[in-house]
């Protein structure tokens, strides 16, 4: 393969892309649209985004000046996430839409705004948080916090009566799914508000830090604007299915026996989406990496919906999971679990909302929130991924057993990848995405380590290089501390797509030969020197 053949990430555009992911393409007819919900949420830079803005900003200062007993008080509303949110397995997309479509609702109704819908962060098109997202009480760090915030013994004197006090009413079914997640008694809950003695595992963020990115230096870093842009996204809407136990053919992460719980027999298994552009833009707005080993602010770990922000950023989360059902049904490709699964999926129960008028949620299933009807909402076509909806739509074929690493040493895998994978072409004869799992060790203690590069054919002991890099091929991390009472796997899988511009793919590409050796590596983002963390490695086409 010659040189004149790679195309640069930051110049690939979307007819580039979809010529690189169209080898098994079939072009389908647009279908007519349907009726229009009654609620459009916009993307925040457009008139109608900065106009939804406004009311939330009304929305939040209402819920911040609650007494903490109200259950629609804003920490309150916090606390729901940290209870009960599922990340890192096939849950994440369900739990988050139930969630945020209540919080929806309850800024509809303080606000005053009857037709207020979350406005959504394309992060792709925009890698900075959003200018007004600075403003006043759209910002964590504003003065209006500072009297539940200001410490943490202003925040346990604040909200632990009242939190004990409601964790005092929960029914017998609350509290065994509380169990489950670690969670025996409510003490157990806030050692994951203190950090149980591990600065960085902080749930809580004192005002003064609660976000570290500012209005002055509002960019996401290097390795985020990787994990956010169109390639990367791009190839987390490509996944045939909703779930697969080969990760980058899985549009969610990995299934287990429920939201509280890890794969009992097996890494957890991050989807590209989840694995990259979500959890990397929580860490980043933290401050995870340039404030290792920690504290952070409150978008790096469970407490996280304290900062505005994360409303936005799943709202995104929530539209690509809507583009990418969209796209499933275009082509008329399975969009929901197959077979027995889908009744296990919907009948996991979600116990722990708040509805806007003040009720909790106590008889919710994830099957309440498998379509975006269920809280009569919409997106705009302003956000990257539409071009899979306007235009062509590759439909993938049956991908071939992923190549297992024959070796692994000192954080370096060495695969042997048969070159028909390496140059798989269709009838287009465009490349089929290279996609690699990469399986870390999770980070325990106070480490400090949640991020990590990849590489190939990066030279030996090499543990500086950047996404500068021509080696590079991505940056995986982990989102939330291994908390004492949570329940975790020891190990993750992330699905990392390669691209190709990876210059050092170039000479294994020219050869004749029927396979061609990779060396796969994985660094700290912080350049130090760790303990091995790479465990395996595998590599397949789409």
């Known amino acids: 393969m010659k040189h004149r053949e790679l195309m640069r990430i930051d110049q690939i555009t979307r007819r580039e892309l979809l010529g690189a992911m169209a080898a098994t393409a079939v072009t389908l007819p647009i279908k007519p649209a349907l009726a229009a919900a009654k609620y459009k949420r916009c993307n925040v830079t457009s008139a109608e985004g900065q ?41 994440f997309y369900v739990w988050h839409r139930g969630y945020l479509g209540y919080f929806e609702q309850t800024i509809r109704a303080l606000s005053g705004d009857a037709d207020f819908a979350l406005p959504y962060w394309d992060w792709t098109e925009l890698p900075q948080i959003p200018n007004a997202m600075f403003d006043g009480v759209l910002s964590p760090t504003d003065s209006a916090y500072k009297p539940y915030t200001d410490n943490l013994a202003v925040f346990t004197s604040f909200i632990k009566p009242a939190l004990t006090q409601y964790w005092e009413s929960l029914s017998s079914p609350q509290k065994s799914q509380l169990d489950t997640r670690g969670y025996k008694q409510v003490k ?18 004192p005002t003064c830090s609660a976000r570290y990115l500012s209005k002055s230096n509002p960019r996401l870093d290097a390795d985020t604007a990787n994990a956010v842009s169109r390639f990367t996204v791009m190839s987390g809407l490509l996944p045939p299915e909703f779930n697969n136990s080969i990760n980058y053919l899985s549009f969610t992460s990995i299934k287990t026996p429920s939201h509280n719980t890890a794969p009992p027999n097996s890494p957890t298994a991050f989807s590209v989406l989840e694995g990259q552009p979500h959890n990397l833009v929580h860490n980043c707005i933290g401050g995870a990496g ?46 929901l679990p197959k077979g027995n699964d889908l009744k296990s999926f919907s009948d996991e129960r979600f116990l722990f909302f708040v509805d806007g008028a003040g009720n909790y949620v106590l008889n919710g299933k994830a099957g309440d929130y498998l379509d975006t009807d269920r809280f009569d909402y919409d997106y705009d076509d302003k956000g990257f991924g539409e071009v899979l909806i306007r235009q062509e739509v590759a439909k993938l074929t049956t991908a071939k057993a992923p190549v297992v690493a024959a070796h692994v040493s000192a954080n370096t895998a060495s695969v042997a990848v048969p070159v028909t994978t390496l140059l798989g072409r269709g009838n287009t004869g465009n490349p089929r995405p290279l996609m690699a799992q990469v399986t870390l060790a999770r980070p325990h203690g106070a480490s400090g380590v949640r991020q990590f590069r990849v590489f190939v054919g990066a030279p030996v002991n090499a543990t500086n290089l950047g996404v500068d890099s021509p080696h590079y091929a991505g940056t995986v991390g982990f989102f939330g501390p291994q908390m004492a009472g949570m329940h975790m796997s020891d190990q993750a899988t992330f699905a990392v797509p390669f691209p190709t511009t990876l210059r050092s793919l170039a000479p294994s590409l020219a050869t004749n030969a029927t396979s061609a050796n990779l060396a796969v590596s994985v660094t700290p983002i912080n350049g130090e020197e760790t303990a091995p963390v790479l465990k395996a490695v595998s590599i397949g086409a789409l």
Request: net charge negative; glycine share 8%; proline share 10%.
């Open 188 to 205: 157990d809950l806030w050692n994951d508000v203190t950090g149980n003695g591990v600065s960085g595992n902080e749930g809580f963020a």
């Open 51 to 91: 106009k939804a803005l406004a009311s939330y900003a009304k929305g939040v200062e209402a819920m911040l000046n609650l007494p903490p007993a109200n259950p629609h008080n804003w920490f309150r509303n916090a606390f729901i996430h940290l209870m009960d949110c599922p990340h890192g397995n096939w849950w």
């Open 290 to 335: 340039p404030l290792d080993p920690g504290p952070y602010g409150n978008m790096t770990n469970f407490l996280s919906p304290v900062d505005p922000v994360f409303f936005l950023h799943h709202a995104n989360m929530d539209r690509l999971w809507d583009v990418w059902t969209r796209k499933q049904k275009l082509l008329g490709q399975p969009y």
